[in-house]
């Protein structure tokens, strides 16, 4: 599909086909895409828990206020975000160090530069070090959902749902935040999609400020 054809397409979907199913190639094919996405320093602080049994999708449903959508999809994906995934020692950050030395793009004296840059851009306040998770998993989820649509699937991103109730539920370690649950499958048949809806103009979205 052409991107543009891939934006327009995509809607929050509400009513997914319980009966077909998403194979895990569709599935990897689609990860592996999304996985494409920009991070700060290329970091990818995001990872996902696949939830595809019935069982453990109506337990999150439980704590997503409800929503059947959670467990009518074959596929509901709790995204997790890395708060841990600019530190020294992280699995991904030294990967990602190793092959930056490897491409040249770093070299090795420029190590405590690097992890000076990352603490001091990421970690310099809570608030700051939940924005360096949560804003590359959305880059990552938004790419996912693009992902999906190209290969004619549905997607549903979901805010509303119990944090810390799902954390617990799901055993998730407390570096994780869950910035988004995203349900995935097809589109039920018969099921007639309402007018897309209105978006800002782009004079709405330009903005200035008076400087001081
Ligand atoms: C971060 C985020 C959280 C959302 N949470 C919910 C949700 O909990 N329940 C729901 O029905 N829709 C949720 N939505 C879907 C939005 O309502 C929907 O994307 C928006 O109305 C625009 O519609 P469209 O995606 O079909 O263009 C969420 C969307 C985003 C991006």
């Known amino acids: 599909m052409k991107y543009e054809d891939v934006v327009y397409a995509r809607r929050a979907i509400n009513f997914f086909d319980p009966e077909k ?11 592996s895409l999304a996985a494409q996405a920009p991070s700060g320093f290329n970091l990818q602080p995001w990872n996902l828990m696949i939830l595809r049994d019935k069982a453990k999708k109506e337990k999150l449903q439980a704590l997503a206020w409800n929503q059947p959508k959670v467990s009518e999809a074959p596929i509901t994906l709790i995204v997790l975000a890395d708060m841990d995934g600019w530190k020294s020692g992280h699995p991904t950050v030294e990967k990602n160090w190793k092959e ?44 996912l959902m693009y992902a999906a649509t190209n290969y004619g699937l549905e997607t549903h991103p979901m805010d509303g749902f119990d944090h810390e109730g799902v954390k617990k539920a799901f055993n998730i370690p407390d570096n994780f935040w869950i910035p988004v649950l995203i349900s995935l499958g097809y589109r039920k048949p018969g099921v007639e999609l309402h007018d897309s809806k209105w978006r800002k103009t782009v004079e709405d979205i330009k903005i200035t400020f008076p400087e001081g």
């Open 21 to 31: 199913d998403v194979s895990e190639e569709m599935l990897d094919k689609v990860i």
């Open 100 to 143: 930056m030395i490897a491409s040249g793009s770093m070299t090795e004296d420029k190590r405590d530069w690097f992890l000076n840059a990352t603490q001091s851009l990421y970690r310099w306040s809570d608030a700051a070090n939940v924005a360096f998770a949560v804003k590359n998993a959305s880059f990552f989820s938004m790419a």
